[in-house]
């Protein structure tokens, strides 16, 4: 066989995953976001007893990134707690905010940042007594600001008290 021959070929055509009997990348971006995972070998499997409004409540800050919107968020921001935040693409100082100062901050952040990618996923689940529960959520947030684009990694803190989840912080991490 020449050289001209063999690179003359065509690749064969590219099926989309869902075609080879896959599933979809958006399958598996709600999968990666909803549940926590517990890798075994090779294997990856969400845990039986995910909690529905756990699952919510991740689900809404992938919404509210992903539409650039604060409404998803609401839920999750207590009328009458503070939210710690430290991200500078969102507020200028670290610090305790209010919602309707939490609420202001975001909407402006997403005024000035296009989401590009967003990913979210449940880390770590801690029972601190029968009511209460707090979780770690690392995220991805790939951006477009004043032409340029950014990721970055942040991590949100929800706690559970009772029967809501509640946003408690917002940090970026390096």
């Known amino acids: ?80 707690a503070k939210i710690y935040l430290a991200v500078n693409d969102i507020a200028s100082e670290e610090s305790y905010y209010s919602s309707d100062q939490i609420q202001t901050l975001l909407a402006a952040a997403f005024a000035t940042h296009r989401t590009v990618e967003f990913m979210v996923r449940l880390d770590r689940i801690r029972v601190v007594d029968e009511k209460s529960q707090v979780v770690l959520c690392p995220a991805w947030w790939t951006f477009e600001s004043h032409g340029a684009r950014r990721k970055i990694t942040l991590r949100f803190l929800l706690t559970r008290q009772s029967a809501d989840w509640a946003l408690k912080e917002i940090r970026e991490t390096r």
């Open 1 to 80: 066989m020449s050289f001209k021959e063999s690179t003359s070929r065509e690749a064969p055509a590219r099926r989309s995953p869902s075609a080879r009997g896959h599933p979809g990348p958006l399958f598996l971006t709600l999968l990666l976001a909803a549940a926590p995972l517990l890798a075994s070998g090779n294997r990856v499997t969400p845990p039986k007893d995910m909690d529905p409004d756990l699952l919510r409540a991740i689900l809404a800050i992938r919404t509210g990134f992903m539409s650039q919107s604060t409404t998803p968020l609401l839920p999750l921001i207590p009328d009458t």
